[in-house]
């Protein structure tokens, strides 16, 4: 029987400690101020030592959402004052989901 090793792969940056990123770090050459940085700045610029490109994030920012979630309450006062019950919903429901996407934007 063959012994097979076992090869340690290292976890995703995004899955690792702010203490383990900063440990990486501090082994790139013209890195300074690790303790200081959060996790995304550190894995950051671990990516971009080691030429990892990311991805545009797509998603909408925090200011589109709210310009969105104004025009929602608008239109749902005007289903109101319509006695329209079930535009009114809508619009309630449509605020809600846009008032939790502000929270969990980055």
Do not use: C, F, W
């Not at 690792?16 to 300074?32: C, F, P, S, Y």
């Not at 690790?34 to 894995?43: F, I, P, S």
């Not at 309630?92 to 502000?102: A, D, G, N, Y």
Request: proline share 2%; glycine share 4%; net charge positive.
């Amino acid at each position: 029987m063959a012994a097979k090793k076992k090869v340690e792969k290292e976890k995703p940056l995004e899955k690792m400690t702010a203490t383990d990123l900063r440990e990486i770090a501090k082994q790139i050459e013209g890195v300074v101020g690790v303790h200081g940085m959060n996790k995304t700045e550190l894995v950051s610029i671990i990516k971009e030592a080691r030429g990892i490109t990311e991805a545009p994030k797509s998603g909408a920012t925090t200011k589109q959402i709210k310009a969105k979630l104004k025009v929602a309450k608008v239109k749902r006062v005007e289903a109101l004052e319509a006695n329209d019950k079930k535009a009114a919903t809508r619009y309630r429901r449509q605020v809600s989901r846009l008032k939790k996407k502000t929270r969990h934007v980055d």
